[in-house]
């Protein structure tokens, strides 16, 4: 994903609200959101490297990650989506996770990974690779800056969110948090190492450009007692809906 909005608690009975763009090349094999036939992983799947940008599993437990601009990328490194694979493969905690990452985290090039399960969500950055991060309640949002930047795009992703939360709203309604076209004032862009053209044309919270944008939209609400539901919404290169899927996920004991 390159931007992701999260309410943690919401509400009495829900215990997570995420939604989240992946913004790629559009010529990027990508398979849509399914139950992968090779691991008990739900989640929308890289084709090139077999990776993923959020996915979960039947516990509950989830992972989302954004690529993190200008991170210095080492030679030969490791594909990042096979991050969340690994911690759903895994039967430890966030937190512990993690830490057994910190140790290897240098081989890859820059991401912020988020991961949670029922007992809380913790974050990481290889942008301040000693700090695992638990957080508190609330919406937040990541970009491809370090977790707490403020960009116009967290910014806007983190008010829409609340807005949507604060006011009894269709389900349907939260495919469109992120939904804003708009680049932002130059005066407001993240100054990231790129030209000004392009921090702009990447500004917007939903991106449309031909050779690279949003490709897909995915919404997960998760359960205080267990379940809930993901769904995923596909572009194409000029933003136009390709394919909606919805999965539902059972309450386990």
Request: charged fraction near 20%.
């Amino acid at each position: 994903m390159c931007l992701v909005a999260f309410g943690l608690h919401p509400d009495d009975a829900t215990r997570l609200v995420l939604v989240g763009n992946r913004d790629e090349f559009h010529q990027r094999a990508t398979a849509p959101l399914a139950w992968w036939p090779d691991q008990p992983i739900l989640g929308g799947r890289d084709l090139q490297a077999g990776g993923t940008w959020f996915a979960i599993d039947r516990r509950g437990r989830f992972g989302a990650l954004t690529n993190l601009r200008g991170a210095a990328s080492p030679s030969q490194a490791p594909s990042r989506g096979q991050l969340i694979p690994a911690f759903l493969q895994s039967d430890e905690s966030p937190p512990v996770f993690l830490r057994r990452l910190q140790a290897a985290a240098g081989q890859y090039a820059g991401f912020n990974l988020l991961l949670g399960d029922h007992s809380g969500t913790w974050i990481y950055s290889t942008g301040t690779p000693e700090q695992i991060r638990t957080l508190d309640p609330g919406c937040h949002a990541v970009s491809n800056g370090l977790p707490g930047s403020v960009w116009p795009k967290t910014a806007l992703a983190v008010r829409r969110l609340q807005e949507h939360l604060s006011r009894p709203a269709p389900e349907s309604a939260l495919a469109n948090v992120l939904a804003d076209r708009a680049p932002a004032p130059d005066d407001q862009l993240p100054h990231t190492g790129l030209s000004i053209e392009l921090e702009r044309r990447l500004s917007p919270a939903f991106i449309v450009q031909p050779d690279y944008g949003t490709r897909s939209t995915t919404v997960c609400v998760l359960h205080q007692r267990g379940g809930g539901w993901v769904e995923e919404t596909t572009f194409s290169a000029g933003g136009e809906v390709q394919q909606r899927v919805r999965q539902t996920l059972e309450a386990t004991d």
